[in-house]
């Protein structure tokens, strides 16, 4: 009998791997940070011991939800500014309540509220685009969160950084100090192509190449955006970015609300990824982008639920379910974005999008062992007949029982381990407090 750290056994494995692979009675052992054997209950535990097992009976197994686009410490500013058009409630609350609130403290606590949320719902790994995301970084290494997170890059001046140039030498100072991290990840993130110059976009495309990392922006959100850069730069913005060599597998675009079909076969041919972010694209009435016709050009998406401003929440099973309604109604086809697609693009294909699917977003041997159980008896839960129907349309972030990350139990019975959530949610109620008060709320 060979000595491992960790088991964990449930009901149903769903590995999520190139064959959809369904386990039943299943467990998976774990050996440090990765998963050393994946198979039946019975064979596991008769093979392997471990100091720690986690039983857990009429569950569900699966890798951890990767969340492909939010801004963490935006959890400080949840409902602040709701049921405004995008442009409005960037320009006239976001940004501002942004440039008079956002320091290293805001920064630290937000992220830690928002690493708690994320836990708690089941994601593992998440992609960010803020400010003063060092401290996101060592956020979510306190609470144990695998992470891809990048420094906002704008032409103007951010409460972090005082020029453009100041934000790409701290998006150098990140790649360095986090280079070969066991969890956190770098990616250089212009904020879109209506905030940044194009020298800027090429600077930090510079910096993406020279330590080959993701880049990430947003693109193509709104009507007004669309308007406004075929205005400026008298050609569509995917083209524009083609022309500057944006387009490339390490792209990572997020949105893509108006994509013409040229767009998307661009994005394919360059394999370009998405973020499919449909509560913020809804919340905001943004429009639906062509997710489907995406898929059937062979572009890789993943699901992201967008910052708490603007969604207000970061349950990735919630935006499963939103998105595979919403694509069903756009076209009034029940048959699109069915449940087994949904799931994938809130995993492996999310870790695809990542640029990490070579070491999570599935389960399988070899991998870091980012696994959730989820609980199914419960009434909303039974019966049972389709496992990916279940968790697209059934279940909720609070189903998530366990919640390991790089072999890690983060989260046991409901229980977070590595987190304090009640000082964390007390700090960020003290932040909020002077918020209103800066903002006369």
Same mark, same amino acid.
């Given at each position: 009998?060979?000595?491992?750290?960790?088991?964990?056994?449930?009901?149903?494995?769903?590995?999520?791997?190139?064959?959809? &692979?369904?386990?039943?009675?299943?467990? *998976?052992? *774990?050996?440090?940070?990765?998963?050393?054997?994946?198979?039946?209950?019975?064979?596991?535990?008769?093979?392997?011991?471990?100091?720690?097992?986690?039983?857990?009976?009429?569950?569900?197994?699966?890798?951890?939800?990767?969340? &492909?686009?939010?801004?963490?410490?935006?959890?400080?500013?949840?409902?602040?500014?709701?049921? $405004?058009?995008?442009?409005?409630? $960037?320009?006239?609350?976001?940004?501002?309540? =942004?440039?008079?609130?956002?320091?290293?403290?805001?920064?630290?606590?937000?992220?830690?509220?928002?690493?708690?949320?994320?836990?708690?719902?089941? &994601?593992?790994?998440?992609?960010?685009? +803020?400010?003063?995301?060092?401290?996101?970084?060592?956020?979510?290494?306190?609470?144990?969160?695998?992470? $891809?997170?990048?420094? *906002?890059?704008?032409?103007? %001046?951010?409460?972090?950084?005082?020029?453009?140039?100041?934000?790409?030498?701290?998006?150098?100072?990140?790649?360095? #100090?986090?280079?070969?991290?066991?969890?956190?990840?770098?990616?250089?993130?212009?904020?879109?192509? /209506?905030?940044?110059?194009?020298?800027?976009?090429?600077?930090?495309?510079?910096?993406?190449?020279? +330590?080959?990392?993701?880049?990430?922006?947003?693109?193509?959100?709104?009507?007004?955006?669309?308007?406004?850069?075929?205005?400026?730069?008298?050609?569509?913005?995917?083209?524009?970015?083609?022309?500057?060599? /944006?387009?490339? =597998?390490?792209?990572?675009?997020?949105?893509?609300?108006?994509?013409?079909?040229?767009?998307?076969?661009?994005?394919?041919?360059?394999?370009? #990824?998405?973020?499919?972010?449909?509560?913020?694209?809804?919340?905001?009435?943004?429009?639906? %982008?062509?997710?489907?016709?995406? $898929?059937?050009?062979?572009?890789?998406?993943?699901?992201?639920?967008?910052?708490?401003?603007?969604?207000?929440?970061?349950?990735?099973?919630? =935006?499963?379910?939103?998105?595979?309604?919403?694509? #069903?109604?756009?076209?009034?086809? %029940?048959?699109?974005?069915?449940?087994?697609?949904?799931?994938?693009?809130?995993?492996?294909?999310?870790?695809?999008?990542?640029?990490?699917?070579?070491?999570?977003?599935?389960?399988?041997?070899?991998?870091?062992?980012?696994?959730?159980?989820?609980?199914?008896?419960? %009434?909303?839960?039974?019966?049972?007949?389709?496992? /990916?129907?279940?968790?697209? /349309?059934?279940?909720?972030?609070?189903? *998530?029982?366990?919640?390991?990350?790089?072999?890690?139990?983060?989260?046991?019975?409901?229980?977070?381990?590595?987190?304090?959530?009640? =000082?964390?949610?007390?700090?960020?109620?003290?932040?909020?407090?002077?918020?209103?008060?800066?903002?006369?709320?």
């Amino acid at each position: 009998m060979q000595n491992i750290d960790l088991i964990i056994s449930g009901g149903t494995a769903l590995l999520l791997d190139e064959n959809n &692979t369904c386990l039943k009675n299943a467990a *998976v052992a *774990v050996r440090g940070a990765a998963i050393c054997d994946i198979g039946s209950r019975e064979d596991i535990l008769s093979r392997y011991s471990a100091p720690k097992i986690i039983d857990g009976g009429n569950s569900l197994l699966l890798p951890g939800f990767v969340n &492909t686009h939010t801004h963490a410490a935006m959890t400080c500013f949840r409902g602040i500014a709701d049921d $405004l058009e995008l442009m409005e409630w $960037l320009n006239n609350y976001i940004f501002p309540a =942004e440039a008079q609130n956002v320091n290293p403290h805001l920064a630290y606590w937000g992220s830690l509220l928002a690493c708690a949320e994320m836990i708690r719902s089941g &994601t593992t790994t998440f992609c960010d685009m +803020y400010i003063f995301e060092d401290e996101t970084a060592r956020a979510a290494t306190e609470a144990g969160m695998r992470c $891809l997170i990048g420094e *906002v890059l704008f032409d103007f %001046p951010s409460p972090n950084c005082k020029t453009p140039q100041q934000g790409l030498d701290y998006t150098r100072r990140l790649a360095e #100090k986090w280079r070969n991290d066991p969890l956190v990840n770098i990616i250089v993130e212009p904020h879109s192509l /209506y905030t940044c110059s194009p020298q800027l976009l090429k600077s930090a495309k510079d910096i993406a190449d020279e +330590y080959n990392l993701m880049l990430g922006v947003h693109l193509l959100e709104n009507a007004e955006e669309l308007n406004q850069l075929e205005e400026k730069f008298g050609t569509g913005a995917v083209s524009f970015l083609k022309d500057i060599g /944006y387009l490339n =597998e390490r792209l990572l675009a997020f949105h893509c609300v108006y994509f013409s079909i040229d767009d998307i076969r661009l994005f394919a041919r360059h394999g370009c #990824k998405v973020s499919h972010n449909p509560a913020s694209n809804m919340k905001l009435a943004n429009g639906i %982008p062509p997710v489907c016709e995406m $898929l059937k050009e062979g572009v890789t998406v993943g699901l992201g639920t967008d910052g708490c401003a603007s969604n207000n929440t970061l349950d990735m099973i919630k =935006e499963m379910s939103t998105a595979a309604k919403l694509h #069903k109604v756009s076209v009034l086809d %029940p048959t699109v974005m069915d449940a087994l697609t949904t799931v994938r693009m809130a995993t492996i294909n999310g870790a695809k999008a990542l640029g990490l699917d070579g070491i999570t977003g599935s389960l399988e041997v070899g991998k870091k062992a980012d696994i959730i159980r989820l609980g199914l008896d419960k %009434p909303h839960l039974t019966p049972l007949y389709n496992e /990916y129907s279940h968790l697209v /349309y059934a279940a909720g972030g609070a189903d *998530v029982d366990t919640v390991v990350i790089n072999g890690r139990v983060v989260m046991e019975d409901r229980r977070l381990l590595t987190i304090n959530e009640n =000082e964390v949610m007390n700090e960020v109620r003290a932040i909020a407090r002077t918020v209103k008060k800066n903002l006369n709320l």
